[in-house]
């Protein structure tokens, strides 16, 4: 246990931290999709929020046609008032389209649509994944609680360890040493922003609603680290906070193939080169690339100690794999997809959600 502070206050556990937090303001957005709905993590998630009792959950739901019935069957048998927002419904790609923001869907605009929906509900919103087997009741007060006292973003951090391993691969093994090798070779801000939080890759996080109308996620992985980008300039070090959320389990996925981390490290990467790029950060990405390896196979170094003193498994020649792999994400991104600001956008809020609400109707008849 340490009590360390970062440049951003950094709120830790000392055993059962529970405090009162602004629930009842406040709406939680959970991202779902449909290959994930009903598994055991979810249920549980949603099933905790239901004992939580904010204001709102809202569901922003990714899903077939076929299977959005199903969804709802599930969403009403769990003991949890929560509303379903249907993100790529028909009827929600036209209000889209209406606007020129339909384009590709992913977890980035299924979170971005819900943001909207729930700044115009509460005062505080706070989003949560699904995918947490050990997830808490204490986790929502947690993540609010720093609003209460003049924060206006706030971070989860967490260990990921579990079945006697060290997880949490994309943010250890690339998003870190990413970071971490930019800051050597420059003075900048939000760079020290950037490294300052615990684990920069959580999904989990709370705002005020006049922040989250301020925020650009890109449409599919990457949410984060833009979110990062775009409350470093909104909120800064001094309207910045992180709170400890114990150890999570989580979902794992494969390096490879596609949905994989590889594919993820190119959309993390991604966000943080244009978040870099707004803040006039220029990269040269040859170089970055090799300072990222040697910055890297050094913390793989300091994992196999650390996971040797806690006698977990460690696979020192499977991360440096993971970090050659990883390095093919460094270089300069593809076209910008971030989508606007809610505040700097007239779509209507009401408009998508009477948009959802039509379309649900719709499949049930």
């Excluded at 340490?2 to 406040?26: C, I, K, M, N, S």
Aim: proline share 4%.
């Amino acid at each position: 246990m340490e009590y360390v502070q970062e440049r951003v206050a950094t709120l830790h556990d000392f055993g059962g931290a529970d405090p009162a937090a602004p629930v009842d303001r406040a709406t939680v957005v959970v991202p779902l999709t449909d290959r994930d709905h009903a598994s055991l993590a979810a249920e549980q998630v949603l099933s905790t929020l239901g004992d939580v009792d904010p204001a709102s959950v809202l569901i922003a739901l990714r899903a077939d046609e076929g299977k959005v019935d199903a969804v709802r069957e599930w969403v009403a048998s769990l003991d949890v008032d929560a509303d379903l927002l249907w993100c790529n419904a028909p009827a929600v790609r036209s209000v889209l389209d209406e606007h020129g923001l339909n384009g590709r869907a992913g977890k980035g605009r299924d979170v971005w649509l819900a943001l909207g929906v729930a700044a115009a509900r509460t005062e505080f919103v706070a989003v949560h994944d699904a995918d947490a087997t050990t997830y808490g009741p204490e986790h929502v007060p947690r993540l609010l609680f720093p609003l209460a006292r003049d924060y206006s973003f706030v971070k989860g951090y967490y260990a990921r360890v579990e079945n006697g391993r060290l997880y949490g691969r994309l943010c250890r093994l690339f998003y870190a040493p990413v970071v971490a090798a930019l800051a050597e070779s420059r003075d900048d801000p939000l760079l020290d922003y950037l490294g300052a939080f615990r684990y920069a890759l959580a999904g989990e996080f709370a705002a005020t609603s006049d922040l989250v109308r301020r925020l650009r996620p890109p449409r599919g992985w990457g949410l984060e680290v833009a979110t990062l980008g775009d409350a470093f300039r909104h909120a800064g070090f001094e309207g910045s906070a992180q709170v400890d959320l114990g150890i999570h389990e989580h979902d794992h996925r494969a390096v490879s193939g596609r949905g994989g981390l590889s594919d993820m490290a190119d959309e993390v990467a991604a966000a943080l080169f244009y978040a870099l790029g707004d803040s006039g950060v220029d990269v040269d990405y040859d170089d970055l690339r090799e300072r990222y390896r040697t910055t890297a196979r050094r913390l793989v170094d300091q994992y196999a100690a650390d996971a040797a003193f806690n006698g977990l498994d460690y696979d020192s020649a499977a991360e440096r794999e993971q970090v050659d792999a990883y390095a093919e994400s460094v270089r300069e991104p593809d076209a910008d997809d971030r989508l606007p600001a809610w505040a700097e956008t007239d779509l209507d809020p009401d408009a998508v959600c009477a948009a959802s609400r039509r379309a649900l109707d719709d499949v049930s008849q």
